[in-house]
């Protein structure tokens, strides 16, 4: 059964870094990890991706440059390195997985997710 937990979110000053954790188990080796975000009254927006390959990494063009995916395959763990945050940045971020070789920002893609990890960035 694959779980996933995000945990890192907090409340930052504008321009403050973080990093978010999401502990993937239940064999999600060879699935495709995905970040997405919710703010209040706000459909749920993409934020960052591996590709199909697991390898090549994908981010929504506002976020380009500031926000980085990574993970430990040792440890089953999928992070995402936040710089520069702005007040913008705030919301609800969850962790997905995919199985399939969906489209990597479509979150109708992602068979499973995580319960989300407040993330509140004060100006």
């Known amino acids: 059964q694959v779980q996933l937990v995000e945990s890192g979110g907090g409340l930052v000053q504008a321009g403050d870094s973080l990093r978010l954790s999401c502990a993937a188990s239940?064999?999600?080796?060879?699935?495709?990890m995905g970040w997405f975000r919710q703010a209040p009254g706000k459909e749920r927006e993409f934020v960052a991706a591996f590709g199909w390959n697991n390898i090549n990494t994908y981010y929504a063009d506002s976020l380009k440059g500031r926000f980085t995916i990574s993970r430990d395959n040792g440890e089953g763990t999928v992070y995402l390195q936040m710089n520069s945050l702005k007040p913008d940045d705030s919301a609800v971020y969850y962790c997905?997985?995919?199985?399939?070789?969906?489209?990597?920002?479509?979150?109708?893609?992602?068979?499973?997710w995580g319960q989300g990890t407040q993330v509140t960035v004060s100006s």
């Open positions: 239940g064999g999600t080796r060879n699935y495709r």
């Open positions: 997905a997985a995919r199985a399939g070789t969906g489209l990597y920002y479509d979150h109708t893609s992602y068979e499973h």
